[in-house]
């Protein structure tokens, strides 16, 4: 096959697949969630500037957490909060890694942990599934949402894995409705792209 008839034939696919997605509504819907998030990150990322400027230097903070937590118990810790809810914001552990004897290692065990994480949630989703009380709550109060995730299961995922969104919500939402693993697998590899990302940027504030 030609290269002309390769292109001839991808571009209808592209086509079909942004009309499919126009149609469906899942660029309005990826537009609201991200309109949703934003607020929240500026006023978190303005918080934390405010905190470190007029009452605690973080740098002294995740000095502490290098000489009063051992390694492991942090590495705990992080798996913990990856995989239910994404409690507490995988940027605190990167800028902890950046303060230890061997940031590039520990970053590195981090986007493991988060990745590795975020598929135990997938199957923690799909485990709850058994429970009458979620089963009921998910057809009734989420019932939308369910409905866009099975159609855009994958792009969910990876837009777990990239932006400042929990990836375990993405994961754990996916486990519920038995989307295939083996996508939510390779979506969720982005996650170590993520973390290179944030890494760049936190490891050039953190002194």
């Known amino acids: 096959m030609s290269k002309k008839l390769k292109k001839t034939t991808k571009k209808p696919h592209l086509e079909r697949l942004h009309n499919y997605y126009q149609r469906t509504g899942f660029y309005m819907f990826i537009w609201e969630s991200l309109k949703k998030a934003f607020l929240p990150i500026v006023a978190v990322i303005v918080a934390l500037l405010l905190f470190n400027k007029f009452v605690y230097n973080i740098n002294d903070g995740l000095q502490a957490m290098t000489e009063y937590f051992s390694r492991l118990s942090l590495f705990i810790i992080f798996f913990i909060s990856e995989t239910i809810l994404g409690l507490i914001p995988p940027e605190i552990f990167i800028a902890w890694s950046k303060k230890t004897s061997d940031p590039i290692l520990n970053l590195i065990i981090l986007a493991f942990l988060s990745y590795f994480g975020g598929l135990l949630a997938y199957f923690i989703g799909k485990a709850s599934l058994r429970i009458k009380a979620v089963k009921n709550y998910l057809e009734v109060k989420m019932a939308k949402h369910l ?17 400042p969104l929990p990836f375990a919500i ?18 969720g590899l982005f996650r170590f792209l993520r973390f290179a990302i944030y890494a760049w940027a936190i490891f050039s504030m953190v002194s």
């Open 170 to 187: 993405s994961c754990l939402t996916t486990g519920m409705i038995k989307y295939p693993f083996k996508n939510v697998a390779l979506f």
């Open 147 to 163: 409905k866009n995730t099975k159609k855009w299961g994958g792009i969910l995922v990876l837009v777990g894995a990239l932006l």
